[in-house]
């Protein structure tokens, strides 16, 4: 079997195009290989069952279901109380990313929490026309939550927007709800 890519027009008026015009150089032995046909293939591989079923209708396809991606796509992936704390995660890095904006630098912010305490560990905005051209808004965090442990590279003084988590310390933006410990738990950064 060999697969050629299609025009992306129908191609009724012309017919389609023989093997030979497939592959005038001849170093294709033909024989055997009968006339080319049209058919649907999948461009990428089935991520849900309903993807597979409709790739599978049209070409055989192997499909394994990624459950995890299945709740994501049907939204039940997180709870309304995690969904809710997620949304104030990202209004955080809203408000860093307006803040920076006044600066002078892009729009941009960055929120990480900790995944089993949902404390903000750390926010920030972006810093790339400022300190380092490197300093986007989740190097900037990733920065920051290194500093609130005693390391991280840089000081943000002239950044007030661009806070972490002190040892031992609340920050201004206090754990929120919804988002206790969980099983499966995963840091988030919200960007």
């Known amino acids: 079997m060999i697969l050629?890519?299609?025009?992306?027009?129908?191609?009724?008026?012309k017919g389609l195009?023989?093997?030979?015009?497939?592959?005038?150089?001849?170093?294709?032995?033909l024989c055997g290989l009968g006339q080319p046909f049209l058919t649907?293939?999948?461009?990428?591989?089935?991520?849900?069952?309903p993807q597979y079923e409709e790739a599978a209708?049209?070409?055989p396809v192997s499909f394994h279901e990624d459950k995890r991606v299945t709740r994501a796509l049907s939204g039940s992936l997180f709870t309304s109380a995690e969904k809710s704390a997620m949304q104030n995660y990202m209004?955080?890095?809203?408000?860093?990313?307006?803040?920076?904006a006044r600066q002078g630098m892009r729009p941009v912010g960055a929120a990480v929490v900790h995944p089993a305490t949902g404390k903000v560990l750390a926010v920030g905005h972006d810093c790339r026309d400022g300190l380092n051209p490197l300093l986007h808004?989740?190097?900037?965090?990733?920065?920051?939550?290194?500093?609130?442990?005693?390391?991280?590279?840089?000081?943000y003084d002239d950044y007030p927007a661009c806070t972490?988590?002190?040892?031992?310390?609340?920050?201004?933006?206090?754990?929120?709800?919804?988002?206790?410990?969980?099983t499966?738990?995963?840091?988030?950064i919200c960007i």
Not at 4 to 13: D, I, K, W
Not at 40 to 49: D, I, N
Not at 91 to 100: F, K, S, T
Not at 137 to 155: E, K
Request: glycine share 10%.
């Open 91 to 100: 209004a955080l890095a809203i408000r860093a990313a307006e803040q920076g």
């Open 57 to 59: 209708s049209h070409w």
């Open 40 to 49: 649907r293939v999948p461009v990428s591989p089935p991520l849900t069952r």
């Open 17 to 29: 195009p023989s093997l030979a015009e497939l592959f005038p150089s001849g170093q294709v032995n």
């Open 184 to 188: 499966s738990a995963v840091a988030m």
């Open 137 to 155: 808004a989740a190097m900037v965090c990733i920065d920051l939550v290194a500093r609130g442990q005693g390391g991280g590279a840089y000081t």
């Open 4 to 13: 050629c890519l299609a025009s992306p027009e129908p191609q009724q008026e």
């Open 164 to 182: 972490f988590l002190k040892p031992g310390s609340e920050m201004d933006h206090p754990s929120l709800p919804g988002m206790g410990c969980r």
